[in-house]
């Protein structure tokens, strides 16, 4: 069970504006690179930061998917954005996406995590020159 710390109060929104969000938030970020998170946000990781579900507020029309046997996934009905993650057995977190936070300060820390290192493409590593 995740216990979470450190809140603060962020707003976000898809890429269309049409769904949007208010949440209390943890500051570190956690880059993933599995397959999932890979192919869902077209890019070597999805960036996501843990919130308090119980302070999530939604506006918009969203909809799920299952993305494995024990997440969920929602994102907007129009556009497509990836907003949110639930994860079965941690009801109390949600995650958010962090590019859909509003503004340069929404996330007020730059502490990162990363998860499936191994499964990240080399063009995904930075730097000029990594093999």
């Known amino acids: 069970m995740t ?3 450190e809140l603060h109060p962020v707003t976000g929104r898809c890429a269309c504006g049409r ?3 208010e949440c209390a938030i943890e500051s570190e970020v956690a880059l993933c690179s599995c397959d999932i998170c890979r192919r869902s946000a077209g890019s070597a990781f999805q960036a996501w930061v843990n919130g308090a579900r119980s302070s999530l507020a939604t506006h918009g029309e969203m909809d799920s998917w299952a993305s494995t046997d024990h997440a969920t996934r929602h994102f907007c009905r ?3 954005t ?3 993650l639930f994860e079965r057995d941690e009801p109390e977190v949600v995650e958010v ?3 859909t936070i509003d503004g340069p300060d929404g996330i007020v820390s730059s502490r990162i995590s990363r998860a499936y290192e191994h499964k990240r493409p ?6 000029a020159d990594r093999r």
């Not at 080399?122 to 730097?127: E, I, T």
């Open 122 to 127: 080399r063009w995904g590593m930075g730097g």
């Open 19 to 21: 769904v949007t969000y």
């Open 78 to 80: 129009a556009c497509g």
């Open 97 to 99: 996406a962090a590019g």
């Open 3 to 5: 216990t979470l710390q």
């Open 82 to 84: 990836t907003l949110l």
